[in-house]
């Protein structure tokens, strides 16, 4: 009977691959017939000016070509001419028009131009304005006047100033290209039945406004799950959970979750160091995973240590963490270190205080010190995968 069911899901198995293999054959074929249809000339001018006037790779240009064609280089003169004028490097130039080579075939001065402008006009000036406007391919291709103009107003309604509005759209450009009103409306409607203060959600807009455009249903979700882990609605942690929980998924909140857990960290426990410091989540599964398993095996923390001080999932391990365990190896092997010496608050305390305390008082007796607090060759490797 086992030997049966193996069979018959390997044979449902290869019929699943054979038909995925023959929808991504046919999808080829459509590919390459849609490609043979332009005229020779034109598909070799094309991937031509991609590559000698927008500076594409060869194999970029290709790619680019089977989006958009090129029958007179007029109008992408221009439209790069403007780009250039507006502070676009050549390489971000061709970063752009690789992901969205449809840009080329826009009017510049009666579509790119007005919406440039008009995004000076609010500050987004110098090295900035290429950055945002590489940051979303949406932007460019929204309308002023119905689209982008009416969603700087409605979030300037709520953060008031500039300022507050270029920090919200650096955090996330995402939402300029959004349905304010079937998203970004029913969320904040929500946040204000559930008593959230008219301050916090503009802070939560400053922060992430990408957590104001989840789907309705599942930000209500969002809300409800934050609230029952004990998050009062009038409390600043309660925007911070929303903003943790609403720019992931289940399935990665609950691999991080199962990264803590592994550690000896219980249900509620977990919970605990959450409501501690609501960002920890942010930090990146790989992250978690290495900090842990430093604090635990080599610098012989308790995994209870953590939940008290979660923070200590936030900082940086280059930066932070493992000059100052090189430093106070280096002092407790002279001798030199308090037995009863707080090595959770030694790792957490502000940089000046570490120093002072831990630092240039043994400069002069003890010289290796600078070097352990300067050397980051051991755990550069460490760093590498647990940063990112």
């Known amino acids: 009977m086992f030997r049966f069911i193996c069979k018959t899901l390997l044979e449902q198995r290869r019929s699943v691959d054979l038909n995925v293999n023959c929808v991504r054959y046919l999808q080829t074929l459509t590919s390459l017939n849609?490609?043979?249809?332009?005229?020779?000339?034109?598909?070799?001018?094309?991937?031509?000016?991609?590559?000698?006037?927008?500076?594409?790779?060869?194999?970029?240009?290709i790619s680019a070509s089977n989006v958009v064609n090129i029958k007179n280089t007029q109008k992408p003169n221009s439209v790069i001419q403007l780009l250039k004028s507006h502070g676009f490097t050549n390489s971000q130039i061709a970063s752009f028009i690789s992901k969205y080579p449809r840009i080329l075939l826009a009017e510049p001065e009666k579509n790119l131009?007005?919406?440039?402008?008009?995004?000076?006009s609010v500050g987004i000036l110098g090295l900035d304005l290429p950055k945002f406007l590489c940051s979303n391919k949406q932007i460019l291709l929204c309308s002023l006047k119905n689209q982008?103009?009416?969603?700087?107003?409605?979030?300037?309604g709520f953060v008031q100033t500039n300022e507050n509005l270029l920090f919200a759209l650096k955090n996330s450009s995402r939402v300029i290209s959004c349905n304010i009103e079937?998203?970004?409306?029913?969320?904040?409607?929500?946040?204000?039945?559930?008593?959230?203060?008219?301050?916090?959600?503009?802070r939560l807009i400053m922060l992430q406004p990408q957590s104001l455009i989840l789907r309705a249903d599942l930000f209500d979700n969002v809300v409800d799950v934050v609230k029952e882990m004990g998050f009062q609605p009038t409390s600043g942690s309660f925007i911070l959970a929303i903003r943790s929980m609403s720019v992931m998924s289940k399935a990665t909140w609950e691999s991080k979750k199962e990264i803590l857990i592994s550690f000896?960290?219980?249900?509620?426990?977990?919970?605990?160091?959450?409501?501690?410091?609501?960002?920890?989540?942010?930090?990146?599964?790989?992250?978690?995973?290495?900090?842990?398993?430093?604090?635990?095996?080599?610098?012989?923390?308790?995994?209870?240590?953590?939940?008290r001080y979660p923070?200590?999932?936030?900082?940086?391990?280059?930066?932070?963490?493992?000059?100052?365990?090189?430093v106070l190896k280096v002092l407790k092997s002279k001798n030199l270190l308090e037995k009863d010496i707080n090595v959770v608050r030694a790792l957490i305390v502000c940089k000046k205080e570490f120093e002072k305390k831990?630092?240039?008082?043994?400069?002069?007796?003890?010289?290796?010190?600078?070097?352990?607090?300067?050397?980051?060759?051991?755990?550069q490797d460490v760093v590498r995968d647990c940063e990112t």
Request: charged share 25%; proline share 7%; with cysteine.
């Open 34 to 61: 849609s490609i043979s249809r332009s005229p020779p000339d034109e598909r070799s001018l094309t991937v031509s000016y991609l590559k000698n006037s927008c500076g594409l790779s060869l194999e970029e240009a």
């Open 113 to 120: 131009k007005p919406k440039i402008e008009y995004f000076k």
């Open 148 to 156: 982008i103009i009416p969603t700087f107003d409605f979030l300037k």
């Open 182 to 202: 079937k998203l970004m409306v029913p969320n904040i409607k929500t946040l204000r039945a559930h008593g959230v203060p008219e301050p916090l959600i503009a």
């Open 264 to 307: 000896g960290w219980s249900e509620d426990e977990f919970v605990l160091a959450f409501k501690r410091q609501p960002i920890l989540m942010l930090s990146s599964a790989k992250k978690i995973r290495k900090l842990m398993d430093f604090y635990v095996n080599e610098v012989g923390l308790k995994p209870q240590d953590i939940i």
């Open 311 to 326: 923070h200590l999932l936030l900082v940086s391990m280059e930066q932070r963490i493992f000059p100052r365990w090189s």
């Open 358 to 379: 831990f630092v240039t008082r043994y400069v002069d007796g003890c010289p290796d010190v600078i070097k352990a607090y300067q050397s980051r060759v051991d755990v």
